[in-house]
């Protein structure tokens, strides 16, 4: 796993983080240097005050995902959700879905490094600890998480808006090396379960993203690749960490299945569905994915697995810096649906897109131009002084000079953790280049996302989105919260520990 990955909770990084110069001081210096911070730390303090599980028969740490702003308790029923987000992936009234906070517990890690209190790490590792045991079923291993399931604190059983127990990872286990201090043989187990429960066919890797909680799932061909990247990253810590055979082979099997699928441009379609061949689409984000969790295995796995993923992480990487990329473009972007035959754009009038990511608006299935550079930062922070990270690089400066000036409209309902991403961006060319403007596009992004969500600091907890009222981690407030404690670090001069979150995928 990178570096920029890893979750650090040793007791010797509670205590606060000296300051240290940067490369580069911003044009212009913020009113108050320690507003981001203020921010961050009352919404910690509000969510671990009022947001943690007191509720139902059994008490837990858990901290629910969808809360009343005002009282910072558990809404009885939903509100209108924001715009793109459909009802069977939203986490219910009383619900806490793991999956879809990943960084606010990361957060809660940074947060004490930097102020010296630990309880905020104290209450993320029971958070997630209760989690993990609780929220598992006994006989797969799975976790009640993801794009659909989430675990009802109120009724302590599994939540699901669509029937069925759909388990669909979301988002990357990024607290897993954590995790698997914390609770081990969970951890295993899901990793077990991926494989014994979530993969239909042992033999070539077949499955369907769409798993089942409860049982074994019997899909075939809905082989997304962010699914699969995530499995892959798992079992590569479970073998790192048990040196179960079972694991290696599971890593080895899926990697090769995308090697497979290839063709000679290094594209590889949607899925395995068999669709009509001249209309199929490449999704270009889940390839960088693809890329950063084969890399990432490839020091944990034998020699035989880890020349697999070595040729996996390559291969990927070709085949997306081969794209036409336009991310500095308003008018275009990161291609983020490609035709798979010739690598052109692939208009999709459902997803109102010609193929390219637009700088801002989230919603189902569509790509905003700043979740890309995390992802990218990631994998060009993994290759280094290489000509494939010297490409890397260049697109990411080219998609931070867009959020230099690219702002949304006020008719725009904007998921939260698209500021979060926003902000990552400039802080990431930052980190590159040391350029000053990019820390002061970062502020300003700061700045409306305190404005837009946490009503210019009125607010403890931010608002799922621009246009609504209630916490709601579906639209992933917790990035926006971990890019601010990202910008306190920057504008103060810390050396830069907390990650450029890639959660966002």
Known sequence: MSQFRKVTVALSLFIGLSSTASTAQTTTQPAD???YLQVVQRTADTLLDTGVDTYGSEKTGMILSVL???????????PKAPHGVRWGDRTGPGGSNANLQQDLYRTLYHLSRITGDKRYAEASDKALSDFLRIAQHSETGLYAWGEHLYWNCVKDMVGDHDPGNTHEPKRPFATIERALELEPESVIAYARGLWEYQITNK???????????????????????????????????AYAHTKDPLFDKATRILTQR????????????????????????????????????????????????????????????EGFLALKHEPADPQKGFLYYAYTDSGLPHPDKAKETDGY????????????????????????????????????????????????????????DIWAGEYGTAIFTELAAYRLSGDAASLDAARELGDLAITALWDDGKTALPSGSSKTNYYDVTTYPDTAIFALLALHEAVNGLEPKVPISDSTR
């Open 33 to 35: 240097p320690q507003r």
């Open 68 to 78: 009343d702003r005002k009282t910072g308790k558990p809404l009885t029923k939903l």
């Open 203 to 237: 033999e070539d890797g077949n499955f369907s993203r769409h798993g089942k909680w409860h049982r074994l799932s019997s899909g075939k061909d809905m082989d997304f690749e962010k699914e699969a990247s995530y499995f892959i990253d798992t079992w590569s810590h």
């Open 258 to 317: 995308y090697l497979d699928r290839m063709n000679d441009r290094n594209l590889l379609d949607l899925d395995s569905s068999g669709r009509d061949v001249s209309k199929n689409k490449t999704v270009p984000l889940w390839m960088v994915s693809m890329a950063i969790e084969t890399h990432g295995a490839i020091d944990l796995m034998p020699p035989e697995t880890a020349k697999v993923l070595a040729e996996s992480a390559r291969r990927h990487d």
């Open 357 to 412: 990511s637009r700088a801002w608006g989230l919603g189902y299935g569509v790509n905003s131009t700043s979740m890309f550079v995390p992802l990218l930062y990631t994998r060009q922070a993994q290759l280094g002084q290489t000509p494939e990270g010297d490409a890397y690089r260049k697109l990411i400066l080219q998609a931070a000079d867009l959020y230099k000036t690219a702002r949304p409209t006020a008719e725009q």
